[in-house]
């Protein structure tokens, strides 16, 4: 059963322990602009949300790479970046659209969410469980999921 | 079944490997006309300056890939298609029978009419064999000049200057990226070239190229006159037709074809930047030329290749993201406005950063950004969700830069809406 992050930001307090786990997990440092989840911020309401990648299956990432540097990970569903393949060339950054592949001056590549193999440093980090680890049949996923690809056309 | 695909860039590769996955018993073939194989142009800059190796540039990485998806790759140029026989002629005189033919042969790249344009020394920048001719050249204390600060010509630029070449660029028009970049946005990032080294002449025309003692000299409209060891010429590309010249096939700007990739000849399509298609943002048939639009015509021609006549079109949203010299610029959709909507701006000329929203009522039609890399997606999924911005659009007349926010707060169960979308 594949499984994937679930985020409900009602249960999000800011915290940006996600964003430290997350970079120290990937780049070394404890840096959130490093970080490939992002806690927004909604002043006007009072609250949270955090976000990352979805592993969604239309992977527009992925199709939109024109080297082959972004690949399913069979095991854990997530879509990849390969660091030495990627040349940095930014098209899967404008290509997703939920915003989710960023590029990284420092490396000269795109990063995005790996779901850390399958075992999500972000999860372990959040302390009111406001990012868990679920099977993706999971029916609150699957809302999420709905709300954030809300009518993106497909092809 | 009999599929014949002309081009073996993205668009073609893309469409040969979808045919393959619906159809596991056709004949799949792939007439590339480059000794190479499948490679990717976005990738020459990085080969340029030897971050990647050729094998880098190439569209799938596994040498067996081809052979294990039963998709056969043909060396040759096609001099003619034969609608009744249902033929592609390649030069030499091999035939290839076809039941569907895909047209997926790209763009080349327009020589402008110039004196001197045929003088070995003047190259594009379009091909693998142009960027072993430029590497070869353009070394420490060479002199370069680069015609044309498109798209293109801005992203070979970098290579170029890291090249340690002493870099000159001309640009015709007022700005640099012209048909990507409004004013504010061209002309920062010809700023920011100048303040990286670079001699940026816009609103110049090269008059004439002319061999002068073992170089080359540039008269430039202004009156100046360059010394160039070579000329790099990136001054447009025209939708790549020629295969079609027998044929009559609908041909505007580019080939004609409607939402199911289909040409006004009904077993021949096309796809990707030969491709004039459907635009999501105009409604009209365009040709955009981009990388993630030819995939997305690459994929949706094979469905109908294959029969799968229910997929169709909604149309591709132009967008563009370009690296000068670290400088990161990206423009989606409609970015120069549309007539009675909204915009909202932020700019900061010291630091190079820059961004613009244009609205249609409370939807999100178009987008430019400078020195923005992060989320910088959203504003294609904001576009073509084609998303009702309700409050969040006057938040983002005061703060453009909250996009990610817009788009979460307009799709997502958060604060008093949240038992509402339950």
């Not at chain 1, 399958?118 to 049949?137: H, M, N, R």
């Not at chain 2, 409004?182 to 920011?192: F, L, Q, R, S």
Request: with cysteine; glycine share 10%; proline share 4%.
């Amino acid at each position: 059963m594949l499984k994937a992050l679930q985020l409900e930001p009602e249960k999000c307090t800011g915290c940006l322990q996600c964003e430290m786990a997350c970079s120290y997990e990937n780049e070394g440092v404890f840096n959130p602009s490093k970080s490939r989840i992002k806690v927004f911020n909604f002043h006007d309401e009072g609250r949270f949300a955090p976000y990352t990648c979805t592993q969604c299956s239309e992977a527009w990432c992925l199709h939109a790479c024109p080297v082959e540097a972004i690949v399913v990970n069979e095991a854990t569903g997530a879509k990849e970046v390969i660091e030495d393949v990627c040349v940095g060339c930014k098209v899967c950054t404008i290509a997703c659209p939920f915003g989710t592949v960023n590029y990284n001056a420092d490396s000269g590549k795109v990063m995005k969410c790996d779901l850390c193999g399958g075992d999500p440093a972000c999860v372990t980090a959040c302390p009111t469980q406001a990012i868990t680890y679920v099977d993706s049949e999971h029916t609150g996923l699957e809302r999420m999921r709905s709300h954030a690809a809300q009518s993106i056309p497909q092809n | 079944m009999q599929y014949v695909i002309i081009g073996a860039g993205p668009a073609g590769v893309t469409a040969a490997e979808n045919l393959r996955k619906i159809d596991r018993d056709g004949i799949i073939t792939l007439v590339g006309d480059e000794p190479e194989m499948p490679y990717s142009r976005m990738a020459i800059p990085y080969l340029l300056i030897n971050q990647i190796d050729e094998r880098g540039t190439f569209l799938r990485k596994d040498d067996e890939h081809y052979k294990r998806s039963g998709i056969a790759i043909v060396q040759g140029k096609v001099v003619s298609v034969d609608q009744t026989e249902k033929t592609v002629g390649l030069q030499g005189g091999t035939k290839i029978n076809y039941d569907k033919l895909l047209i997926a042969t790209g763009s080349t790249p327009l020589a402008p009419p110039i004196p001197g344009i045929d003088l070995p020394g003047v190259t594009s920048c379009w091909t693998l064999e142009d960027a072993r001719h430029i590497a070869r050249v353009a070394k420490p204390g060479s002199k370069v000049v680069l015609m044309g600060a498109g798209f293109i010509g801005c992203i070979i630029l970098e290579a170029l200057a890291k090249s340690g070449a002493d870099l000159t660029v001309v640009e015709m028009e007022d700005r640099m990226v012209p048909r990507m970049m409004n004013d504010i946005a061209g002309t920062m990032i010809k700023d920011w070239c100048q303040h990286n080294g670079v001699n940026v002449h816009t609103s110049t025309k090269v008059n004439s190229i002319s061999q002068d003692d073992g170089s080359l000299l540039v008269e430039l409209s202004t009156g100046h006159k360059l010394i160039a060891d070579m000329v790099v010429s990136a001054t447009g590309v025209k939708p790549n037709t020629s295969a079609l010249d027998t044929t009559d096939v609908k041909i505007e700007e580019g080939v004609l074809v409607d939402k199911a990739m289909r040409t006004s000849d009904e077993n021949i399509f096309a796809a990707g930047d030969v491709a004039q298609a459907y635009d999501f943002s105009t409604g009209e048939m365009s040709v955009q030329a981009i990388q993630p639009t030819a995939v997305e015509h690459g994929a949706l021609a094979a469905k109908n290749m294959a029969g799968q006549t229910q997929a169709t079109h909604r149309g591709s949203v132009n967008m563009n993201v370009l690296d000068t010299l670290g400088l990161i610029s990206s423009s989606f959709g409609l970015w120069m406005g549309v007539t009675g909507g909204d915009s909202a701006e932020l700019l900061n000329k010291e630091r190079f950063k820059y961004i613009n929203l244009q609205f249609q009522d409370d939807i999100l039609v178009g987008a430019t950004s400078l020195g923005l890399t992060q989320h910088v997606g959203v504003l294609r999924g904001l576009i073509q969700s084609k998303i009702k911005l309700g409050v969040w659009k006057e938040r983002l007349m005061k703060d453009p830069t909250r996009i990610m926010e817009a788009y979460l707060g307009a799709t997502q169960a958060i604060g008093f809406n949240a038992d509402v979308m339950k």
